[in-house]
């Protein structure tokens, strides 16, 4: 018996309609007698309605056509319920969506969620938000913000947004403590991730895995622009190690706190949020079922 599909499609995510992905998972999931809903992700937050219905209509899988910021909100709030969930990549960078191995062309990734392969995915949650597969402090998190803002969507103008604000970017002071170690740094950003993809093939934790039960840490030391640029390209290359000096430290953990003394900026997946002067990391592990090829 094939399972029920709910499709959440972001209306604001992606380049292309929203109208043309209804028509093809209909066509798609019809040739299949696939039974299946579509639903717009709600506008509001709120996916109490959504919940019921998954409830009311025995739907066993959710997929979730969208970014990296749809998945971690979708996710969230539903994970609770016995539901896997599916994948078809709408966003900017689509970064847990690649870590998997899930195709960006609509008609692959739904083989993928035909094919039914579920699999058990880490996550973090940082200060009470659940995050999917990447928090960052500091620059990354100034152009997601900047990013919120914007009607436009896409790649390039996340691509014009980095440009634009590359030349007035600024380190902040922080404070790392994994518990067995602590340290200080003056940084222009930190990355946590569960995913060794920051977005758009550029691998930002090589050694992340999605459920090995840790979450892997990138801080960029401060330094000139030129040399910013030569370190993270070599970082997102070859990698980096903590203690080498090459101004990146890169080390995993299970835990971290961090001391945000001068307030920068936090992103949650790719979305804005509000800061705070002191961030709890806590890792999930297995917080979900990920549809995998």
Not at 148 to 175: C, E, S, W
Not at 206 to 228: I, K
């Amino acid at each position: 018996m094939q399972p029920h599909r709910l499709f959440l499609i972001n209306p604001r995510s992606g380049n292309r309609s929203g109208s043309q992905l209804v028509r093809q998972i209909g066509r798609y999931c019809t040739r299949r007698q696939s039974p299946f809903t579509i639903r717009l992700t709600p506008a509001d937050g709120n996916y109490g309605a959504i919940a019921e219905l998954i409830q009311a209509a025995g739907i066993t899988q959710v997929v979730i056509c969208g970014g990296d910021g749809t998945i971690s909100a979708v996710v969230s709030a539903l994970r609770h319920l016995p539901v896997c969930f599916g994948i078809i990549p709408r966003g900017s960078g689509n970064g847990l969506a690649l870590a998997a191995g899930i195709s960006r062309n609509p008609r692959k990734a739904l083989d993928i969620v035909i094919r039914n392969k579920p699999g058990e995915v880490d996550a973090v949650q940082v200060n009470g938000y659940f995050s999917c597969m990447l928090t960052g402090l500091g620059f990354d998190a100034v152009v997601a913000h900047a990013f919120d803002r914007q009607q436009q969507r896409g790649f390039l103008k996340y691509a014009q947004l980095t440009l634009l604000h590359f030349f007035t970017m600024q380190p902040y002071n922080f404070v790392l403590d994994t518990g067995s170690s602590r340290f200080s740094v003056k940084a222009f950003f930190v990355c946590i991730a569960t995913s060794n993809q920051f977005g758009n093939h550029f691998t930002i934790a090589p050694q992340a895995q999605l459920n090995d039960g840790r979450c892997d840490v990138v801080v960029v030391h401060a330094c000139n622009r030129l040399q910013f640029l030569w370190r993270v390209l070599r970082h997102l290359r070859y990698g980096s190690t903590h203690g080498q000096r090459t101004g990146i430290d890169y080390f995993q953990s299970t835990r971290l706190r961090i001391e945000n003394t001068d307030g920068a900026p936090l992103h949650i997946d790719g979305d804005g949020r509000p800061t705070a002067a002191s961030l709890t990391v806590e890792v999930l592990p297995a917080a979900y079922r990920l549809l995998l090829p």
